[in-house]
Structures are given as C-alpha cells and as structure tokens.
C-alpha cells in the first residue's frame, strides 16, 4: 500500500489549509485513517483519526482540525482552521488495520505545514 499527501504550505495565522491524502494499494475503507504531526526534535503527536465509526481529535487541535473521509475516492482529509505558530510542523497520514494477530499500517511521507506572520 501507499500513502501521498498533499496540500501543505505555508499560511499566516489564523488562516486555514485542507490537507489530502490518497491510498492506493489497500482496502481503504477496513482501514482506520490517522493524521500525525511532527516537530523536528519532538515526538510524533496523533491529532486526530477516523474508522469504524469513531473519530478522535487531540487537544491541541479539537475546534479547530476536522477529519473526514471519502471511502470511494479513497482519499482521507484534514481541515485545518483557525491556525497557530505552533501547528507548523511536518503533517503525516497514517493508515492502521487491526487484525486478531498483527496490524497493518502504512505511512505517507510528510507535507510541510508553516503557520508564520
């Protein structure tokens, strides 16, 4: 399977960009969709995921982050609104499928985020 991200960039606070990311190679839809984000010399921080009904936000972006889905265009998105200096960081999808003995995941490979004046 693979992962491709797009729609990162550079925006001034408090305004907003719609990150993408597309599968190809999977069953996308017994996948559990993630988005992750990395700060050089940081942790990655989940933000947020959706699959099996469920939908999880970090603190740090809830209000202000939405995830969604299009199973048919297999194709994971996250809106991000009202952004902070601190949100820039390196923006990752990860897709999990948990099995009874193992589980499947694969990752993108990053897009740039940069909030700055």
């Known amino acids: 399977g693979q992962l491709v991200e797009s729609g990162g960039g550079s925006v001034q606070p408090g305004g907003s960009l719609r990150l993408s990311c597309v599968a190809s190679g999977l069953t996308f839809s017994r996948y559990d969709m993630n988005w992750y984000r990395q700060v050089p010399g940081k942790e990655r921080e989940h933000i947020a995921s959706?699959?099996?009904?469920?939908?999880f936000y970090a603190n740090s972006v809830k209000g202000r982050f939405t995830i969604s889905r299009d199973n048919a265009k297999n194709a994971v998105f996250l809106q991000m609104d009202s952004l902070k200096t601190e949100d820039t960081a390196i923006y990752y999808c990860?897709?999990?499928?948990?099995?009874?003995?193992?589980?499947?995941?694969?990752w993108g490979q990053g897009t740039q985020v940069t909030v700055s004046t």
């Open positions: 959706i699959g099996r009904g469920v939908i």
């Open positions: 990860k897709a999990t499928h948990e099995m009874f003995d193992r589980t499947d995941f694969y």
